[in-house]
């Protein structure tokens, strides 16, 4: 099993539509959570991140933390065909630098 | 701009012939790492370094070797490239940022191709 689970998608959506992009980790001991943005031909940016439980907004954007259901989110309102992209979730463990990575999810935002 | 730069984005090459991808950064960050991204298997971890001459194996290290002579600068060899080494490969650096997260920069990628 991944320690890191995401659904590949593709996910398609109407313009102005809310989208939802999940990921599922087993490491209890997972402390700091990322989404990068990966758009095609390019390296990924990152997006947001957020540190134990909880909400974080940014604009169009949510990153939200269920620690003990293992579960974190991005929310995107009012989507934009310039939202169309890959999303990979993102995971660390206190402080080091080793990166659990997501597969990633394709969103498809169409106009 | 702070960036990482990573050369040549497009590489096609013969099983056997040596080959080396740099990467460049210009953040004075002292962690460097290697990615590969297949597609269903996401981004693996190749090699990583956390300072000059320090390097360590990162999942997937089989068939590659690196070196970090100088900070800004961490190349990735292929001695012996095979065909499971076709991929798309990015270099990353890290930053620490708010409440003591470490987030990745990372450069735009190098898709190779063995044949």
């Known amino acids: 099993q991944k320690e890191v689970e995401q659904d590949p998608g593709p996910l398609s959506v109407p313009e102005g539509a809310i989208v939802s992009l999940n990921c599922t980790y087993s490491?209890?001991?997972?402390?700091?959570f990322m989404w990068y943005r990966q758009y095609s031909r390019k390296g990924p940016e990152l997006l947001m991140y957020?540190?134990?439980?909880g909400n974080k907004e940014d604009g169009r954007f949510t990153a939200q933390v269920d620690k003990s259901s293992k579960y974190i989110s991005l929310f995107i309102r009012d989507s934009q065909p310039s939202d169309s992209a890959t999303y990979l979730c993102?995971?660390?463990?206190?402080?080091?630098?080793?990166?659990?990575f997501g597969s990633g999810t394709k969103l498809n935002v169409k106009p | 701009e702070a960036q990482v730069t990573q050369n040549p984005r497009y590489l096609i090459t013969v099983t056997g012939k040596k080959l080396t991808v740099t990467c460049s950064q210009n953040?004075?960050?002292?962690?460097m790492s290697w990615y590969r991204q297949d597609p269903g298997l996401g981004l693996r971890q190749i090699y990583y370094?956390?300072?000059?001459?320090?390097?360590d194996k990162g999942d997937v290290p089989e068939g590659y070797k690196v070196s970090r002579k100088e900070k800004r600068n961490f190349p990735l060899i292929l001695e012996s490239p095979s065909p499971n080494q076709t991929s798309l490969y990015f270099c990353?650096?890290?930053?620490?940022?708010?409440?003591?997260?470490?987030?990745?920069?990372f450069g735009a990628g190098s898709r190779l191709t063995v044949l």
């Open positions: 370094s956390m300072n000059v001459e320090v390097t």
């Open positions: 990353a650096s890290s930053r620490k940022a708010a409440y003591g997260a470490n987030v990745l920069t």
């Open positions: 490491n209890s001991a997972f402390q700091y």
């Open positions: 993102a995971m660390t463990v206190g402080d080091f630098n080793k990166f659990y």
């Open positions: 957020t540190y134990s439980s």
């Open positions: 953040m004075n960050h002292e962690y």
